[in-house]
């Protein structure tokens, strides 16, 4: 009998302990610590101090970056593991799930995993719905992080029918999209009916009086349609306040 044991390469895991959300974790840690520079520089100090050895000495993440749960780091450490142990990953994730993991990722640079989620959400665009892309563009469109992410989602979102022109102006104004507002306004100027009236208030006084005013010359010159270049010059004051470098 071998009297001098040895571990095996493939299978034998050192292990780093988490608190989040007053929930202990405890995984594989080489990944972790391989992979992603924000715990792979902290790992000396973890050693020194045995943070993370034990559930009495837990690395403490709480809270976690943008506005994370223990739920979601759990979405995060199934992808870990399977990569860890060279298993399959999740193919039936929903859109929120692989947010989850695109989020932490991003915020640990852990940039395989974050590659991956990008890959099966870009990956899966008739899986996911209008309103779930706006879920994610409401996360995304405000931070330098997650641009290609916004990119992502405008690119989806558009793929579906407004439920409105109103609708879509709106959403334009509201994620700084311009072709949104342009188009939006190019067809209210020129549709054969009018949207109810609540529904135009949406847009606010001055572009309401605007849509008004060119739908009443129209009608009354019993001319076609306005051309974009009219429309555009007729909303410029206010597609140049949304879009002051681009207009």
Known sequence: ??????????????????????????????????????FGAGAQISAASGEGSSDA?????????????????????????????????????????????LKLSTAWCFSDVRNLAMERVSGSPSNFTRDQWITVLDFAHNSDLFIDLRVLAITRISGFAFSSRVDQVLLGRKYLHKPWVIQGLRELANVSTLPPLPDLNRLGQETLIGVLYIACNRAQRYRGPYNDREVDEHFRDEISSLFPLSF
């Not at 739920?71 to 692989?98: C, G, M, S, Y």
């Open 1 to 38: 009998m071998d009297t001098n044991p040895r571990r095996d390469t493939e299978f034998y895991f050192d292990t780093i302990t988490f608190l989040v959300d007053s929930i202990i974790f405890k995984v594989p840690s080489q990944y972790i610590h391989d992979k992603s520079e924000v």
């Open 57 to 101: 000495n837990p690395v403490k993440l709480s809270p976690l970056p943008h506005g994370c749960n223990a739920e979601d780091f759990k979405r995060l450490l199934r992808i870990i593991i399977a990569l860890t142990v060279d298993l399959p990953t999740p193919t039936n994730h929903t859109l929120e799930q692989w947010l989850s993991v």
